[in-house]
């Protein structure tokens, strides 16, 4: 564990860039396959310090794949010729209900980003019936949005939020996200603005991104 606490940057892409475990290198054996063993293993410890030998159950339901925004990689982006929907509100509950049934702890429910009052009062009639006739946590994936929403959407129950960073590297960034309303300023403003409301807030990277390079990840 200690041994890779203070790794660099550099070093830590270094390792990103080797082969896993089992592969081959150039067609011979890994002669690098014991640093990443002993990554895994510290990275196992930390898990098992930090939140026990235990799997917690969340259900992920994707309640509508309309979205405001064109992002390149995305399969719900708006200029894909899908069929749009979003699901009603007792299909939701109903879904809810199931997995409280079933043991699961929260929900997340998660769509695209559309920014109207009408989406945020479902939202939020939604959210308060999902408190009141369950009892599983709230959280919720539905872009970025303004304070307002954020706050209405806490008092209507909702616990945690995610956001995904996508990418740390600004020049990517803004290649995967061609509209002026999308940037890596707004992003991290955004995220910002969710910790500032009283969200529990979760984002991170997506890996594998075209243009993505093991330095990034680092």
């Known amino acids: 564990e200690n ?21 081959t290198e150039n067609g011979n054996e890994n002669k690098n396959e014991h640093i990443l063993r002993g990554l895994y293993t510290a ?43 979003l699901l009603d509100e007792n299909t939701i509950l109903e879904i809810a209900k199931w997995s409280a049934e079933r043991g699961y702890g929260s929900i997340m429910l998660q769509s695209g980003e559309v920014r109207t009052q009408q989406r ?28 307002e929403y954020y706050e209405a959407l806490l008092d209507a129950g909702a616990t945690r939020y995610l ?12 290649k995967l996200h061609p509209q002026p309303q999308q940037s890596f300023a707004m992003r ?15 984002t991170g990277v997506m890996i594998g991104l075209p243009g993505q ?3 990034d990840l680092a």
């Not at 940057?9 to 080797?18: G, M, R, V």
């Not at 994707?62 to 064109?70: A, K, L, Q, T, V």
């Open 213 to 215: 390079t093991c330095n």
């Open 43 to 85: 990275a196992n410890t930390m898990s098992t310090r930090y939140h026990g030998d235990k799997v917690h159950y969340r259900g992920l339901l994707e309640f509508s794949n309309i979205c405001r925004n064109d992002c390149y990689y995305c399969g719900i982006r708006k200029s894909y010729k899908h069929k749009r929907y």
């Open 3 to 23: 041994v890779f606490s203070n790794l660099t940057k550099h070093q830590l892409s270094d390792i990103l860039s080797l082969p896993l475990p089992g592969e």
């Open 188 to 202: 991290l403003d955004r995220l910002r603005a969710l910790q500032r409301v009283g969200f529990m807030v979760g």
């Open 120 to 147: 945020l009062q479902f939202l939020c009639t939604l959210i308060r019936r999902i408190v009141r006739e369950t009892d599983l946590s709230v959280a919720l994936s539905v872009g970025e949005l303004p304070d």
């Open 163 to 174: 956001l995904r960073i996508e990418t740390t590297n600004e020049e990517l960034f803004a």
